[in-house]
């Protein structure tokens, strides 16, 4: 064995510095595997709940202390309950070897053709009373609404997205999920609001697009099949008979900025593990 001044032993540092690697590889892999889902709030909820527990026994709170540790102690098995669906998709992809797969870049595809695409089918749809319900992924997972339609993948077109939505057809009825230019899923079932300010002149699309709205930060788009009129929700709000600038700069701003936070937290994330 190699021994360095002060006794230490040479090769039972690099084991350590080896495992050390291995730990933060894998810890940083699963954060940026749940990144984007509801799991992370869930990761956020078992770091408050294990503050209070260490103030609680810091400063000797005994019915904290106790209420804490029942939370911890059970808290396992209400995490498996809960989070079942994202448990088996996360396992799925280790089974894939997405857990070790390089992360894609998030601006390898330009929002102006995207939104091109978008505002060019809205525009075909509104003109011929055409209902359609485009939700656009951005931060919040979608993925346990996508699995509630059909599967596309396909890169998106305003052709494609306008075939989908078109009467008759298979897959009209529904709402279509988007993935930066990709077309997820069609025919997807959303979560229906039960908020009491929504306006009963609107149909089930609209408040579909509030539901998702309320519970992702998912960007969704409404084209009435009554009045042909255009709405869009973000985090629990309407705005509704948007022209097709109004759509398009509202598409674009929010694009614009969540592919900067993307990028930001992606830098950050490749410093910390460089580092």
């Given at each position: 064995m190699y021994m360095l001044d002060g006794g230490f032993d040479l090769v039972e540092m690099l084991r350590i510095g080896v495992d050390i690697a291995l730990v933060w590889y894998v810890f940083y892999k699963v954060i940026m595997l749940i990144r984007g889902t509801k799991a992370i709030q869930l990761v956020k909820g078992i770091v408050v709940v294990l503050s209070v527990r260490i103030i609680s026994m810091i400063f000797d709170l005994p019915t904290l202390q106790w209420l804490t540790?029942?939370?911890?102690?059970?808290?396992?098995?209400?995490?498996?309950?809960?989070?079942?669906?994202?448990?088996?998709?996360?396992?799925?992809q280790i089974g894939r070897g997405g857990l070790f797969a390089r992360t894609s870049k998030t601006s390898e595809y330009s929002i102006e053709e995207t939104v091109s695409a978008i505002v060019e089918s809205c525009s075909y749809m509104a003109k011929r009373r055409i209902g359609a319900l485009i939700t656009i992924e951005l931060e919040t997972g979608t993925g346990e609404y996508a699995e509630t339609g059909i599967p596309i993948n396909g890169e998106l077109s305003h052709q494609l997205l306008t075939n989908i939505f078109t009467p008759n057809t298979p897959l009209h009825d529904g709402a279509v999920i988007l993935k930066q230019d990709t077309i997820v899923a069609a025919a997807c079932y959303l979560p229906l609001s039960e908020?009491?300010?929504?306006?009963?002149?609107?149909?089930?699309?609209?408040?579909?697009?509030?539901?998702i709205s309320?519970?992702?930060?998912?960007?969704?788009?409404?084209?009435?099949?009554?009045?042909?009129?255009?709405?869009?929700?973000?985090?629990?709000e309407l705005r509704r008979d948007m022209d097709l600038e109004s759509l398009r700069d509202f598409l674009i701003g929010n694009l614009s900025l969540n592919l900067k936070s993307s990028e930001n937290k992606a830098w950050k994330w490749r410093g910390k593990k460089n580092g």
């Open positions: 540790y029942q939370a911890i102690l059970w808290g396992f098995l209400a995490i498996i309950i809960l989070f079942q669906p994202e448990l088996r998709r996360a396992l799925e908020s009491r300010f929504i306006s009963k002149e609107l149909g089930t699309r609209h408040r579909a697009a509030m539901g309320e519970v992702t930060d998912a960007l969704t788009i409404v084209v009435s099949e009554e009045t042909g009129a255009i709405s869009c929700t973000k985090n629990g």
